[in-house]
DNA sequence: CGCTGTGTTATTGAATACAATCACCGCTAC
DNA sequence: GTAGCGGTGATTGTATTCAATAACACAGCG
């Protein structure tokens, strides 16, 4: 049957595929399966994933703007480097961000008590956050220790939500993306124990306990970041064990 | 009429295509020519830059992720609404930001001391900040005020590319736009007086004072803050001059 | 008179087609 | 043997075209 003149083909718009294609390679990259320098073209995703070339771009964009992949102008695009050196700053500013986040999330909350109406986008993001409680506590319980690394990172972006600041959300998305690659760079999850704390930061939340939820937010962050140091030990001499008045000023304040 | 039969058109490739778009967008919303919630479509885009969509495309996404527009599938792209509400934590955060910035700068320089030769990036940058440093100067001295919101902006990412850590010059990036539109929301630039605090900061870099450089920054920014602050005075009452614990813990240390 | 359902229109989403550039390889000259 | 150079292939960038959805207006009905 000989097509009409004008018609090579039928466009099939799926607006949920760029989202597809970005969170799969995210994940690729993060979890190592695409290693940094890695060279990504466009047609071998486009083939890999069934879509045109255009949604491949929108994601490959998007990782740029991550900081995931790096792009030169015809050249291609490949797997950045790991922000290695970044390590211990990335933490510093990941404290700050997080207690400020809980502290706003213990504001809000404190403002239902004095008769202001939680907003439906309160509940919905705090009806989630129960949820990923729930489900961490069965994956503790059950030993699933592969689950928490994305649970725990739904939980902090949850907390974001919940504190109602878009702007902080949108920081702590890009920056938690880094964390998390460097603790996949080698080991997979920094173990349960630090799961339990996240149920006691709620409860201060909920209590609109702001001085509270900062503290136990920053104390949360520190702990991770020490973990982290501890096992990577900063085989180079870039000032690290040194550059820490920041750092630990954010992560061991209160 | 008919058209050739396979070539509808000839597409001109011009890589920089999307960053003019991108720049041009962005500065007219930070600068108020386009309003929160105006509707920005993509055709009418094209047609004012002479471009295609495609590149109009590339230009609102990267906007969206840089939280200045919001898209709904099919539903189109708007402008977004200023962050006010996020003023003071945003002003915290980026003033820790910054120091850290500050901080590993004035560490890498200290290295230079010790024997590690300076990068031919390090010079690139260093030369760079030097050429900002004397336009603002000039400009201060001949009362162009309009030009130094973005020398100011200039001077800061300078800084972050001195550090050469590209993760925090990446967040440095995105929440300093936030800032510029919140300033420009109302008024165009904060005065001159602050423009001499930059030498000292430089200064205390180039000395490989890492303490000094982080106090100098972070109070740098505090200034920043509090003019703003004494500026909008917090209209509504989200808790504003309450949350400050974090902030000017942050703004104030040293 | 208000509301709902439907048709229309405008706008975005994706697939294909074509142009421009870069990287790599072999070749030639010294 | 090595450095410089041109050709060739691969890959990205953009323009056009068609499909699908959302927003809107209007007619019909309660």
Redesign the pocket.
Same mark, same amino acid.
Do not use: F, N, Q
């Given at each position: 049957m000989e097509r009409s003149p +004008?018609?090579?083909?039928?466009? #099939?718009?799926?607006?949920?595929?760029?989202q597809r294609v970005l969170d799969a390679l995210r994940r690729d990259i993060i979890l190592g399966a695409l290693r940094p320098g890695a060279r +990504?073209? #466009?047609?071998a995703l486009a083939a890999t994933y069934g +879509?045109?070339?255009?949604?491949v771009? #929108?994601a490959l964009r998007a990782l740029e703007a991550e900081g995931f992949v790096e792009?030169?102008?015809?050249?291609?695009?490949t797997v950045a480097k790991i922000p290695l050196d970044d390590a211990e700053d990335l933490f510093a500013v990941r404290g700050v961000i997080e207690a400020t986040i809980a502290r706003r999330a213990a504001l809000r909350a404190a403002a239902h008590f004095t008769g202001e109406a939680p907003s439906t986008e309160w509940w919905t993001a705090r009806r989630a956050l129960a949820a990923i409680l729930d489900d961490g506590d069965r994956a503790v319980a059950a030993d699933a220790l592969a689950d928490l690394p994305d649970l725990n990172i739904r939980f902090h972006l949850g907390v974001a939500e919940l504190s109602g600041s878009a702007s902080l959300a949108a920081l702590l998305r890009q920056i938690s993306g880094k964390i998390e690659w460097l603790y996949a760079a080698d080991v997979d999850n920094r173990g349960k124990q630090s799961w339990g704390e996240h149920r006691l930061i709620i409860a201060a939340i909920d209590a609109g306990n702001a001085d509270e939820a900062d503290r136990l937010m920053a104390g949360h962050v520190g702990s991770s970041q020490r973990g982290y140091m501890e096992r990577f030990a900063a085989p180079d001499g870039t000032g690290t064990g040194a550059v820490g008045a920041t750092g630990t000023d954010a992560a061991a304040r209160g």
């Open positions: +004008v018609r090579p083909s039928r466009p #099939e718009t799926d607006a949920a595929a760029p +990504v073209t #466009e047609a +879509v045109s070339r255009i949604p771009r #929108e792009s030169k102008p015809y050249a291609g695009s």
